[in-house]
């Protein structure tokens, strides 16, 4: 079994992302050959600014190692890097039909946010993303579900070339969040938490203890004063709460017996206590490889070399089939 799954190099981690994605990447690595990948060359299809991105790619290369990536568990590297990808990204386009393209909920999304720049690279970036998945000979794509669509174009892919050509592919299948893992905004419990959001509602896989503390204490409760899981009557409370079970591994149910009697006051300090504590390692591995860019260089690298193999393989195997050489 191989994994596989890109990451793009913009924007912080936020402990929804943690909990909802790269908790369960870690734990995978524990159990199954796995490829992580920087897609710089997806985040050049919208606007960006060159002078930044090397600062980005070391930053979120970082940010993945401290929250748990072990370079020694998995294949850790930046897209551009590994030729093969936009090689095969052609190639693949020779078999995408036009229509399928222009389909994608993410390419008309995007489309109408940036009208001024709507170019042939966001139409393929679905290509690009199919050449990631499929040079790898992925069995499962661990995405969040706005990427369904894009892993679905990429078995139709895989399935297109292999009849078309012969065997090569295997057809990817998409791996979702657990459900019951969507973390919200500690501003607006009926919305997801993100980085884009009230900055306020978003806590940061590497907040200073401080930031954690005020954010916890402001965060938005319900009316009552019990501590009970109610999404529907309690979202604050209840929000607070899977953030509680997911990061002491305690049973809700166990969580509301703890707090029994007691006030959102009190299980709001007990909650930013468990987060510093939880987050602390997070921002010291994060500092320590801050000071230590030539050994993340060096992973990167490592990462290159192991990933180019198997991309070299299969691509001679596609244009063996392709009659190109
Ligand atoms: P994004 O940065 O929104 O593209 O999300 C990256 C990954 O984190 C995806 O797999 C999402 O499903 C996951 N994710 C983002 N926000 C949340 C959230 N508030 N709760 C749970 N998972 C999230
Ligand atoms: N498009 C994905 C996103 O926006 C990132 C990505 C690129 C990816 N290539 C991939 C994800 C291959 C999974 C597999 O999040």
């Not at 401290?66 to 020694?72: D, F």
């Amino acid at each position: 079994m191989r994994v596989f799954s890109g990451i793009r190099p913009t924007g912080e981690l936020h402990i929804g992302n943690y909990l909802g994605a790269i908790k369960q990447w870690i734990e995978l690595q524990e159990k199954t050959e796995c490829v992580f990948c920087i897609v710089d060359l997806h985040a050049v299809t919208t606007p960006y600014e060159p002078e930044n991105l090397q600062a980005n790619i070391k930053d979120v290369a970082i940010a993945y190692l401290a929250a748990g990536l072990n370079p020694e568990k998995c294949i850790f590297f930046v897209q551009s890097e590994v030729k093969e990808h936009t090689e095969l990204t052609w190639l693949l386009g020779t078999i995408t039909p036009l229509g399928d393209l222009q389909r994608m909920t993410q390419f008309k999304e995007k489309s109408k946010k940036h009208k001024e720049y709507v170019n042939a690279g966001l139409l393929n970036y679905p290509i690009l993303m199919a050449a990631d998945i499929l040079l790898y000979k992925t069995d499962l794509v661990p995405v969040g579900k706005d990427q369904e669509q894009h892993v679905e174009l990429a078995r139709t892919i895989a399935r297109k070339f292999n009849k078309t050509f012969g065997e090569v592919f295997k057809e990817p299948k998409v791996v979702l969040p657990k459900i019951g893992a969507k973390i919200m905004s500690l501003q607006k419990p009926a919305k997801k938490m993100s980085k884009t959001d009230d900055p306020r509602g978003c806590i940061g896989l590497f907040d200073e203890p401080e930031e954690i503390e005020k954010k916890i204490l402001a965060a938005v409760t319900d009316t009552g004063r019990a501590i009970r899981y109610n999404p529907k009557l309690k979202p604050g409370i209840s929000n607070l709460l899977t953030i509680y079970s997911l990061f002491s591994g305690k049973g809700i149910k166990e969580l509301e017996r703890k707090f029994k009697g007691k006030g959102y006051a009190d299980f709001k300090k007990s909650l930013a206590e468990l987060l510093i504590n939880s987050l602390e390692p997070f921002r010291r591995k994060r500092k320590e490889l801050l000071q230590r860019e030539v050994y993340v260089k060096e992973i990167l690298a490592k990462g290159q070399k192991r990933a180019q193999i198997i991309a070299q393989s299969t691509l001679q195997d596609v244009k063996k089939k392709m009659g190109l050489t």
